[in-house]
């Protein structure tokens, strides 16, 4: 059997949620658990993909599928918080600002979960350090735009990813843990 995240003790936090939609049963990590949407025993298996024709930047506040996202990465849900967010992301005019934005945070998230999955393959780590490079490149000139885009204040969230990854961009797989820097959205913006 395969751990499920009420046994994850390691992932517990008390943080503020963000939306209204509850966790999945297990966090995905591929050749541990199931596939979420292709086994049977997926914890999304069966359900329909909300199909999202578009959105606005300026009503992030009441995007529950950006806040379920968000829920979701604070809560160490990296495959989950991924597919949250990438209906978005493709709902929106390639090489735009949101576009880009949202691929960082993809790209990060899919980082972690590489390091998470390079505890049991090693070999991982290189994709682990491929994906928060391309993740931070994305979102350095969002960054520079502005103080916070879409509640997060983006230069204070990647110094704290940047330092979080530097062994792991010189190479050491690290723990996936409560160290992982959890996105805070400035609600008052």
Avoid at 81 to 108: C, D, N, T, Y
Avoid at 152 to 165: A, D, F, Q, R, V
Wanted: hydrophobic share 35%; aromatic share 12%; proline share 6%.
């Amino acid at each position: 059997m395969y751990p499920l995240a009420i046994d994850e003790h390691i992932f517990l936090r008390r943080i503020k949620k963000y939306s209204e939609e509850k966790f999945p049963r297990y966090r995905y990590v591929p050749g541990i658990h199931p596939h979420p949407m292709r086994d049977e025993e997926g914890h999304s298996f069966g359900i329909e993909e909300n199909e999202i024709e578009s959105w606005s930047v300026d009503e992030w506040k009441e995007n529950q599928e950006y806040l379920y996202g968000v829920d979701l990465y604070n809560n160490h849900y990296y495959w989950e918080s991924h597919e949250a967010w990438e209906g978005m992301w493709r709902a929106v005019k390639p090489h735009s600002k949101p576009h880009k934005f949202l691929q960082g945070l993809i790209k990060l998230s899919a980082s972690i979960l590489k390091i998470r999955m390079a505890k049991q393959v090693p070999m991982d780590i290189a994709g682990a350090q491929r994906l928060a490079k391309s993740g931070f490149e994305l979102l350095e000139p969002v960054k520079t735009d502005g103080e916070i885009y879409m509640g997060i204040e983006l230069k204070s969230h990647l110094n704290k990813m940047e330092k979080y990854l530097e062994p792991v961009m010189n190479g050491t797989i690290i723990e996936v843990d409560n160290e992982v820097p959890i996105i805070e959205l400035e609600l008052d913006e």
